[in-house]
């Protein structure tokens, strides 16, 4: 006899994989279908994504 297995609801079992997330460089919503994903950062774009290194560097060499 086995006990009745608990209903799970496929969208709660879902984890939550399109929060909205930021661009670092021009800080505009960065859209899933273009998404550019780098070192655990999004951005909007590869150009956004090449600003944003340029600006970091520029800061470490303070
Ligand atoms: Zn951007």
């Not at 969208?11 to 661009?23: G, L, M, S, T």
């Not at 859209?31 to 070192?39: D, G």
């Not at 774009?45 to 090449?50: A, E, G, V």
């Amino acid at each position: 006899m086995a006990p009745e297995a608990p209903k799970v609801k496929e969208a709660e079992a879902k984890p939550k994989a399109d929060k909205r997330v930021n661009c670092l460089a021009c800080n505009k919503v960065v859209k899933k279908l273009k998404r550019y994903y780098r070192n655990g950062k999004y951005y909007c774009s590869k150009k956004c994504w090449r600003e944003f290194i340029k600006k970091s560097k520029a800061e470490e060499k303070k």
